[in-house]
């Protein structure tokens, strides 16, 4: 079994300004290339778990949100830092899907595809219904 750290985006990862969907609105916060490296050293798995509703709002599209993640990811690689997986859930907080944190669909799936140890893992929000 593996030790994991699971991660809101918006918020822990970057600067939540609402909505981020654009990479001139995407900031990393404070901090978090050290945090990222410390768990990396100690063996943990990096898993990015975010409720992205601006794409079941039509705010913007799963092709404006898949090049964020594709440039944070690469900005994340230049510092060292691998991302084992980034899951998203897409709908409005009003379908009541089963991937929405805090339901556990994202973690859970993680967990059966990765081997996950819960025991030994964590998660970090910047809001109470990420956990």
Same mark, same amino acid.
Request: charged share 25%; glycine share 6%; aromatic share 12%.
């Given at each position: 079994?593996?030790?994991? &750290? !699971?991660?809101?985006?918006?918020?822990?990862?970057?600067?939540?300004?609402? +909505?981020?969907? *654009?990479?001139?609105?995407? /900031?990393?916060?404070?901090?978090?290339?050290?945090?990222?490296?410390?768990?990396?050293?100690?063996?943990?798995? &990096? !898993?990015?778990?975010?409720?992205?509703?601006?794409?079941?709002?039509?705010? +913007?599209?799963? *092709?404006?949100f898949?090049? /964020?993640?594709?440039?944070?990811?690469?900005?994340?690689?230049?510092?060292?830092?691998?991302?084992?997986?980034?899951?998203?859930?897409?709908?409005?907080?009003?379908?009541?899907?089963?991937?929405?944190?805090?339901a556990?669909?994202?973690?859970?799936?993680?967990?059966?595809?990765?081997?996950?140890?819960?025991?030994?893992?964590?998660?970090?929000?910047d809001?109470?219904?990420?956990?």
């Amino acid at each position: 079994m593996k030790k994991a &750290l !699971f991660l809101d985006r918006d918020g822990v990862i970057n600067i939540d300004h609402g +909505y981020v969907f *654009k990479m001139e609105d995407f /900031v990393f916060t404070k901090g978090i290339f050290d945090l990222l490296r410390l768990f990396t050293q100690h063996n943990y798995l &990096l !898993f990015i778990v975010t409720n992205q509703s601006g794409i079941g709002r039509g705010y +913007y599209s799963e *092709k404006d949100f898949q090049n /964020v993640t594709e440039s944070m990811l690469e900005m994340l690689h230049n510092e060292g830092i691998n991302i084992t997986k980034v899951y998203h859930c897409p709908h409005a907080p009003e379908a009541k899907c089963h991937c929405r944190k805090p339901a556990i669909g994202m973690i859970a799936d993680m967990a059966k595809k990765h081997a996950i140890d819960f025991s030994n893992s964590w998660m970090i929000g910047d809001k109470q219904s990420d956990i």
